[in-house]
């Protein structure tokens, strides 16, 4: 995801931002080197197939997990 400075708009601080993420259940890689940046005012969605890692990354934002 590019974080230029588009006209007007300087570099800010994402809201949210997570880099390198991995989580293993046993033999099970759920999920691999994710880097996510969330800008203010940026709509995100996570799509994928069932058993992708869309709910593991969601507990991971929210805490839960």
Do not use: Y
């Amino acid at each position: 995801m590019s974080q230029g400075t588009g006209a007007g708009r300087p570099n800010r601080v994402p809201l949210l931002s997570m880099r390198e993420v991995s989580v293993r259940f046993g033999a099970v890689e759920a999920l691999v080197g994710i880097d996510l940046a969330v800008q203010a005012h940026e709509v995100v969605a996570l799509v994928g197939d069932n058993g992708a890692g869309k709910s593991t990354l969601a507990k991971i934002i929210s805490g839960v997990l």
